[in-house]
């Protein structure tokens, strides 16, 4: 990652919902049980999980140290990581389970076929109702490689269709509707809650040819006027809608669009103010890798923001959302140990090195930084970017004084270098309203504590 690039209300009757030109609807099974009404509904919402199957590395060597020396997520760990996870959301017993995209690294069909039929079977044993859209590495993917020494070469990525296929009992096959321009669907787990998944990934304009996946998302104008008939109809039927999707709807960091703004829906802000008006008061998203949230109000309403990072990226979260008529209760909780051999380390310290130590390498590997200032950002942004990892970001005076001291020096070798880095790790710095890992959301009003 670059680091300046790149109501609950009524009772409700089971209904379908009214068929339109882009939206095709599904029977529940034969002798499907009726939905229950649930007064107190516990989410456990992880993202980013990128796993790869063990297969892909066939021997280590210059092909993967090439690739992880400018992708620093926790590749070889992510099989431990995620059985470690498991152990811990099976623990909280939740009813549902979010998973905002990014399932696998770079969509190897292998990746995905050990995602769905290994570990998320493991959670479905366990009575949870599991939920995933896709992010852009997991589709269409020309970046699905095995690596073998100093080679590489191309494996199977998986189709639209495909994914579809696999996340069957994750989400696909059991919808009251399904966009017809995208893998966008709506599911009702209880009778007073659906889960709208959002497709807003670019998977149709990568290119094998030219090896080039698309790291940014919009959502489809068709996709759109779906998310707007599905909206109106929970509402009308007293049926609270929250949505998930993997690009962030709501800018987190200030300059992310500038910097980053393949991080964001495109035309984040004119969506945002649609969702608040439509009444999805909560969107769980992820890509960034950070926990962050961000409250966004308009004339019509507000909507939250709520971004989880990464299970492969330091500090490796996950959140834990109570839900209910009246408010959103959520906390934060990272994995604390893996069974793999890190060294002597523990699990925190051995994931944050990970980032310290590949920080500043992809940054100066990007930008056209002379050697004298890429010794100088490389522990700032290293820092800058660890705080907005972890949420709840608060500068020192110490590293203030340090990050201006920088741009001082940066500015007399590049007149208005200094200034620029120093603006953008200020923005990672800054926490945005409201607090990021524990907050409670009053859906009545907006207000949170």
Known sequence: ??????????????????????????????????????????????????????????????????????????????????????????????????????????????????????????????????????????INNPHAVSFNGDSKQRVKSVTKEEFQSIYANYGYGKTIAKDEASLTYVAEPFKNLRILGIDACLYTQNSFENDICVTAGAIKPETMEFIRKQAKDAKEKGVRMIAMMHHGLVEHWNMQEKLMGEYLIEDWSAYANEFAGLGIQLVFTGHFHAQDIVKHESESGFVYDIETGSTVTYPCPYRIVNLNAKQAKIESKNIQSINY???????????????????????????????NIAALIKPLASNAIIAHYKGDEQISDEELSKIKSFAFAANLIAPGMGDFLKEAALGLWTDLNPADNAITIDLSTGENN
């Not at 882009?22 to 007064?39: D, Q, S, V």
């Open 341 to 371: 051999d890190l060294g002597g380390q523990n699990f925190p310290q051995y994931a944050q090195s990970y980032v310290e130590e590949g920080i500043g390498g992809i940054i100066t590997s990007i930008l056209p930084l002379p050697d």
């Open 1 to 138: 990652m670059s680091f300046i690039k790149h109501s609950f209300i009524a009772f409700s009757s089971l209904l379908l919902i009214t068929a339109c030109s882009n939206e095709t609807l599904t029977e529940l099974p034969e002798g499907e049980k009726p939905l229950a009404e649930k007064e107190n509904i516990k989410m456990v919402v992880f993202s980013d999980t990128h796993l790869m199957a063990p297969s892909l590395l066939v021997s280590e060597g210059q092909a993967f140290e090439d690739y992880i020396s400018h992708d620093r997520k926790m590749l070889k760990e992510s099989g431990a990581i995620l059985d470690a996870l498991i152990k811990e959301v099976t623990a909280e017993n939740p009813d549902i389970i979010l998973i905002p995209g990014d399932l696998t690294k770079d969509g190897a069909e292998v990746s995905h076929q050990l995602f769905a039929n290994q570990y998320l079977q493991k959670l479905k044993e366990k009575g949870a109702q599991i939920f995933v859209v896709p992010g852009n590495h997991d």
